[in-house]
């Protein structure tokens, strides 16, 4: 049990979590700031739902994925051993932050979006590891 770093794992988990969230964070407030200016004052709330409503979502999971991979990946360069393991944990760990704030769950599209995060998570183990 000493091979697997348990801090480390959650605290990738919840840095990757953390970081994309502020992104799609940022990047609506920037829309908002862009209508903002273009509008003179008050930016357009309909607008800013419509392009929420249509773009968090998948930004969300562009960003979880790119960042898990690097998470992942810089897990397996700073761990001595059980590289692969360790990256692959910073999934399973994710996977659980996620199921925890999802409310409702649908079977198969979360079947995919856990198969996604595991296999990302091994990638970025299997490529950190290599020397």
Do not use: C
């Amino acid at each position: 049990m000493r091979e697997i770093r348990f801090l480390r794992i959650l605290l990738t988990a919840l840095a990757v979590t953390v970081i994309s969230i502020g992104i799609v964070t940022l990047v609506i407030t920037g829309y908002g700031m862009k209508l903002a200016v273009e509008s003179g004052g008050t930016p357009d709330q309909a607008m800013i739902e419509t392009f929420v409503a249509k773009h968090a979502s998948w930004m969300g999971s562009v960003s979880s994925a790119i960042l898990l991979f690097l998470g992942a990946f810089h897990v397996a360069r700073k761990v001595p051993e059980r590289k692969v393991l360790n990256a692959f944990l910073v999934g399973v760990f994710l996977a659980l932050l996620h199921l925890k704030f999802v409310g409702e769950i649908q079977a198969f599209p979360f079947f995919l979006d856990l198969s996604r995060t595991l296999l990302l998570a091994f990638l970025g183990g299997m490529t950190g590891a290599r020397k």
